[in-house]
Structure formats: structure tokens, C-alpha cells
């Protein structure tokens, strides 16, 4: 039995409908607000994120002679406009969940549409995690250099530092920076205030430089962006400290390069993919 065209876009209607009702109860049950009920289960949240990513594919797939075009244009537009609105934990919460609903498809052109999703609506493009991910390689060039390189050696770029000077302050900001991202201390933090565990001597910067960036690293990673905490700043939010750290250890990178070997590597941080546009 086949509906008609003007039933069928009726269907559409009220699966939009509830596919928007449901996007702002899988957000509500990602960040567990006080005050909005229980909480869904994982697999209530996997069951509605299938059914919706399954949604959204079968309207960018649609014939014309199904779905009028201007319309399904209009329905992924104010989707895509509603996603927009998420925080960045739920967008890549909800990039998860559709993920893993289009891995449970068998290989296919379903799955490969499926897939697509995420990078429709823009959930795969995540400055935040770009910038912990950059800190990380970085820091662990810096530390390959300081590794091979005389603790010793005058640092141009920073007059009357060492190169083992430079590394204690890369590696005390990074350790400050998770602290504060860690704690979601209100008012300021000092670094002699941190637990720095430093190393015994020089030879151990390397390593501890390292440590120190891992930890930095997956601390931001797992923390809200839009979490507040205290900043030097004025972004007074966890999104700041990816990119503050970034910048002191790029700028100290090129400096511990400049004084081992006279000139710089790449600095260019990995970009996030770009979100393909829907229309």
C-alpha cells in the first residue's frame, strides 16, 4: 500500500515534529539538569538518536514526487538551526550516538548515509578538541627537542632563561592550566600554588613536559567548554585554556627550536574537518 504524496509529507510533518521534541529530551538527558525529570536510559538515548539520524536520511534521500525538495531543505535547515543551539558536550555527544547508530548497519549505502549526518549539521567540527589535540603534539615536539638539546643552552627569544628554564614553564603552565580546568576554581589560581611534581633534575623535562600536556589534554577534552572557571582573560570558561595553553606552547616551541637549531619547524595547528553544508 502506497500513501499518497499528501499523506506522506503529513507523515513527514509529524516525524519532524517529534524528531525536535525529541532532540531537546536527548539534551536534557545528556547534560542532567535538575529539574527535568529522570534521565533517559543509554539505550532509550541510542534508540531515539537511530530513529533520528534514520529520519534525516530518509528526507535528503527522498524523491521529489515524495517530498517536495524546498520542503526538505526547510525541515534540515531548522534542524540543523536547532543543533546549532546545543553546547558543545551535547553536540559531541549527540555526533556519538549517531555514529554508533550508523556503525550498527551492516556496510552499505545506508551506513555510508548514515554516517554522513554528524558532518551535515556541523557536530563534527570541533575547535575545542582541535585545540587539545594541537597543545598535545606540540608539547611533545618541544619535548623532543629538549630531550637532545643541553639543558644549558641560552634561550634568545627569552632573555636570561635556559632551555631547562623554558621547559619548567612550559610544563608549570600546563600543570596550572589542568588545576584550574580540573577544579573549576571561581577566583585565581597561583602556579606555586599547583601540585607541580617537578622533575630532580633537567634530564627529566622531557618526560615531565609530556605528563604534564596529557594530562592538560584530556582534562579540556573531557570538561564542558562552556563550563565557567576563572581566566586570566575575558572568556572567563573552560573554552579558554585549550587556546591560552596552545599559544604559550607554541611560542615556546619556536623559541626552544630557535635556540637548538636556528629556525623553526611547522607550526600550524591541525584543523577540525569542515562541516559540509546541507541544501
Known sequence: MKLSPRATRLL?????????????AVCEACRGEPGRGNPMSEALLSALAEALAGLVTAVETSDEDVLDPDTAVTWLESTGHTLAGLTATDRRTLDGLFRAAALREPEGPRRDELLKVSEGFGLTGDPHAAACDAVLDHARRLAAVVRDADPATPV???????????ARHVGTVHRWAEHLVRTRSATRVLAEDVPLDPPAGPAAYADWLVTGAERFAAAARDADPDAPVWSPGADPHVRHYPRHVLFETLVHLADAELAVDGKTGPSTPPRPRTPSTTS
Request: proline share 8%; aromatic share 12%.
Open 156 to 166: 634568545p627569544g627569552c632573555p636570561d632563561w635556559t632551555l631547562a628554564d623554558l
Open 12 to 24: 513527514y510533518v509529524a516525524l519532524i515534529s517529534m524528531a525536535e521534541r525529541s532532540y531537546r
